[in-house]
């Protein structure tokens, strides 16, 4: 048995209109080889009957699963923002794995997770398509460049535990440590770049690892195209990624006008297609008032307090 082979922890799941997928995730949960002390289920006010069915298959009476539902959607930010709060003030883990309705973690896969983790860290498991082809993820952030950076030599190896900086909600598992140390505040950032951005800021203190021994299946394939309303977030986000970057000082002197520059690059880079698109082929209306507005706020609104 591992240091960790007797650890509590609590998988967090935030849910939005997908109750089929959520009752596979919920499944494999349950069928896990070391056993979660509590499931807490964060419903973002979902308006697809996901409540109803969770009840008429009586997962919400489970002792099992702690259900809760928003009575606005806060995003999955804010989802977790909420989940991580309650798992730790009301069942005192010694671990929190965070987890979307769309993903299927294998039988052993919290069992593996915990094997390769060290004392205090952030743990992912490796995650795979639809197809079974593993996900590209494992990436180092550049925060003056604002660049996501891919060590193709380590994500290749069949086997590995590597280090990372930043985070993916898809099967992050955190040590509670970890959590009291460096409090999730990012609610404000509603979906995109609040797990790059915690992932991050934990990196700075506290190791941030990948591993290839454990596995979560996707039950979606990656969209191919961003839908309109998230185009907002994506843009606004990326300035808000660069603000807080900025308030806490880990970016500070010159490299502040470095930083800000390749922050508004990446920005334009989404922006600028949108416009084209919408001049030449008569595109989506919505999607360009989105992007808009997105840029408007990342510029002048502020994540704060965080």
Known sequence: MTEHGMANVIAVVVTYNRKDLLIKCLSALKNQTHKLKKILIIDNASTDGTAELLKNRGIICDDLVDYQRTSINIGGAGGFSVGIKQALNKYQPNWVWLLDDDVEPTHDCLERLLADACRDCIIHPTRV??????VRWHQHFDP??????FTNIEFEA??????????????SLI???????????????FIHEDDTL????ASTRFPVLYTS?????RLLPAPAIVSD???YYLIRNIFWLYKTLRAKKIINGINIFFAAFYASIKAMRILIPIILKFLVFAASKNRLKAAIRGFIDGLFDKPFPI
């Open 129 to 134: 398509d639809p197809d079974g082809r593993r």
């Open 144 to 149: 003056l460049r604002y660049r996501k950076v």
């Open 158 to 171: 069949v086997d590995y535990l590597v280090s990372t900086n930043v985070a993916c909600f898809e099967g």
């Open 175 to 189: 040590s509670r440590k970890v959590l009291q140390d460096m409090p999730f505040n990012l609610e404000k950032f």
């Open 198 to 201: 915690y992932g991050f800021l």
């Open 213 to 217: 021994s454990a596995l979560v299946k």
């Open 229 to 231: 309303w998230k185009v």
